[in-house]
């Protein structure tokens, strides 16, 4: 690594500033305080969990017993994939007579932005149609929502940290024709209250799901690193996630492959659920980049996992970033982002004696991306069935907000070659 400047390790100090974070609860064991929290905000409790996973885990039956035995009520709203405007409009209308006084969500990315945006909408009563980013009426948002707690039972989105909640659907009296949608519901007021992460949560977490996630957060880190809109917070921030996750990712993964007992896989499962944690933070005040911009489209047309595209993209990104920095920005910070990302992901703080140089470790970053992606079992993009017919509209539709904040503007030709390469 080059030698630091005058600021040191923070380059030139400017202006920036920190977007509202959730209060954070973290460690193995922690889930017991979630009845505690909750009832600081009233004694209706709606729990929004996905799928049936964690009613059919071990700390099911105790979250239940804490909530009776802290005299709250609840009911409970189960989650299957990723939530619709059906689902979130469809839950507010069945509680807007009734209200709880808190949403807790449970779950993983999908969960907790289905419960995100339900905690959004219930005093408001508006459809969250009318409030997407990019689609709709984009009406402004005229709050206040009722208190979100997020309890993620998956490493990766970091949505337990962030203020959107990603919506995927299709417009009222869209064609046949019409592309499907993914959009974030976005607004400050929509960050949790509190995020309380118990690694031990983790355990149950398929090989499948800790790689998709996972990979979701490594790109989430990268890409807020090399942001335009990184700051010396998310900077800080994100180097802690990438030094953390580069190591416990693919042991964790491998020790779920294997079969190996909960208790051994506890410090890669806390070191990744940190990681993600560090995702969320430094996305939601750094922004994203190209690998975010088409797993989006890539997601709707195609039902792509979010992260297991991200998996599928980021090292193809990240070449194609490198080999756009180096000839239409070589003073780029970026350039230096990648590579001192390279070296924290390959547990190298470049502070030894054979620290790797930093065109060395940008080299290396995306072949070790590359095999990442392999380790963890990710698929190639034409298992989904995408072909090189759906490359212009992909092209077209990857030019959301996280395109502009990647390091350098790619061209079409890029895009399409980022694609090609990930067939
Ligand atoms: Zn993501």
Known sequence: MSAPGPGGPFGALTAFGVARLPRIVFGAGRISELPALAAGHGTRVLLVT??????????????????????????????????????????????????????????????????????????????????????????????????????????????????????????????????????????????????????????????????????????????????????????????????????????????????????????????????????????????????????APLGARFGIHHGTGCGALVAAVTRTNLAALAERAPGSRALDRYAEAGCLLAGDPGSTGDALTDAAARQALPSALDRLAAELQIPRLATYGVTADAFPALVAESRGSSMRTNPVVLTDDEIRAILAASR
């Open 50 to 295: 996905g799928g049936h996973s964690f009613r059919d885990g071990p700390a099911w039956a105790p979250l239940v017993a804490g909530l009776e035995a802290a005299g709250l009520t609840w009911d409970q709203l189960a989650v299957a994939g990723e939530p619709s405007p059906d689902l979130v409009d469809g839950a507010v209308a069945d509680r807007r007579r009734d209200p709880p006084d808190v949403v807790v969500g449970i779950g993983g990315g999908a969960a907790l932005d289905a419960a995100k945006a339900i905690a959004g909408l219930l005093r408001s009563g508006t459809s969250v149609l009318d409030h997407l980013e990019g689609v709709g009426r984009s009406l402004p948002y005229p709050g206040p929502a009722t208190p979100f707690i997020a309890v993620p039972t998956t490493a990766g989105t970091g949505s337990e940290a962030t203020k959107n909640a990603v919506i995927s659907g299709r417009l009222p009296g869209a064609g046949a024709d019409d592309p499907p949608f993914k959009k974030s519901f976005r607004d400050d007021r929509l960050v949790a209250s509190v995020a309380l992460l118990d690694p031990d949560l983790l355990a149950g977490c398929p090989p499948a799901v800790i790689a998709g996630d996972g990979m979701d957060a490594l790109t989430q880190l990268l890409e807020s690193f090399t942001s335009t809109g990184a700051s010396p917070f998310t900077d800080a921030v994100a180097r802690s996630g990438l030094a953390a996750i580069g190591g416990a990712l693919p042991a964790w993964h491998a020790a779920a492959l294997a079969g190996v007992s909960a208790p051994e896989t506890a410090t890669a499962r806390a070191a990744t659920a940190w990681a993600a944690l560090c995702s969320g933070i430094a996305l939601a005040n750094a922004g994203l980049g190209a690998v975010h911009g088409l797993v």
